[in-house]
């Protein structure tokens, strides 16, 4: 169990990187792992506010946060493995909500072969077309007819 401190931090490494997933898919068009995958600007808009807040909050209107990690603080291993396992869970939760709220526009793409071009899921581009859960379908089922 975390103690107070460090689940403080985990809050905000979670939101902040959320924020900072939602921003990075609408700047570069990855609707695939948006949330709000037809409203870029509005997406823009509320993922600034899921970076910021939780600065401002843990810094600034929580407890002292300027301790060191010899007295109550977060030591370093703790701090690194708090700030991993949160970025990591914040980074699968937006898989599995964007893959939920886009799963039928993310299998319109799973269904046409042509798509299924050798390389064409090669980095992060593949979310310009689909979402992770297809992505990851089409990686490990090939389609019938497929090489």
Known sequence: MLEPFAFDYALMVFSSTL???????????LFGIMIFRTRLVLTKFLS???VLAPFVWF???????NIPDTGPGLEANTQTIV?????AIAI?????????VNHSWGSNYKTKDEDFAEGDFEGMSVFQKTTFFWA???IF???QGSP
């Open 141 to 143: 089922i090939k389609p």
């Open 136 to 138: 990851t379908i089409k």
């Open 19 to 29: 924020g900072v997933v939602q921003f990075v898919a609408a700047k570069n068009n």
């Open 92 to 100: 699968a939760v937006t898989f599995v909500i964007s893959s939920i």
């Open 59 to 65: 810094f600034f209107l929580g407890e002292p946060r």
């Open 83 to 87: 700030f991993a396992s949160s970025a």
């Open 48 to 50: 600034m506010p899921l």
